[in-house]
């Protein structure tokens, strides 16, 4: 049961990741066409890039956290995320990752508010495989812990 959980959330939130990601750069912002190399060479880039992502805010979802945040998965999850994408944030923009050619506060600002919300969005989805895997229905679940009620 631990490694199907393990590997469900892990694969669950790349593919989480990875969609929002598509859909910001490649629909809403449409950064595929600046790209200077073959589109397919990105996204198999990508997709590895996700795996690891996800890999990772698995593991920091399953880390020591404090007793009173321990017992909150979604508040767990969501940290997790958060703490994941400004990492991943952090790193690109040292190494020079980016679509955009003029890098201006704003612009950074932007990018790592962007980021910490999609790793999020994979740090909820941890939340919600292990939710559902130990206590059922993750809404009646989370409705139940935040309004009450048996």
């Known amino acids: 049961m631990n490694k199907k959980r393990f590997f469900l959330s892990w694969l669950l939130s790349a593919l989480v990741m990875f969609g929002a990601s598509y859909f910001w750069h490649g629909v809403v912002l449409n950064d595929f066409a600046r790209l200077s190399y073959p589109k397919e060479i990105f996204l198999t880039g990508s997709v590895i890039t996700y795996l690891i992502l996800g890999f990772l805010v698995t593991n920091i979802f399953l880390m020591n956290f404090p007793k009173s945040i321990a017992k909150k998965p979604l508040t767990r999850g969501i940290i997790s995320g958060v703490l994941l994408g400004i990492a991943t944030y952090v790193v690109s923009l040292v190494i020079g990752v980016s679509f955009s050619s003029s890098m201006t506060t704003e612009y950074i ?10 790793q999020m969005l994979g740090g909820i989805t941890v939340a919600f495989v292990y939710i559902s895997i130990y206590e059922g229905n993750p809404v009646e679940v989370i409705t139940r812990k935040m309004f009450g009620g048996d």
């Open 109 to 118: 600002l932007f990018d790592i508010l962007w980021q910490a919300i999609e």
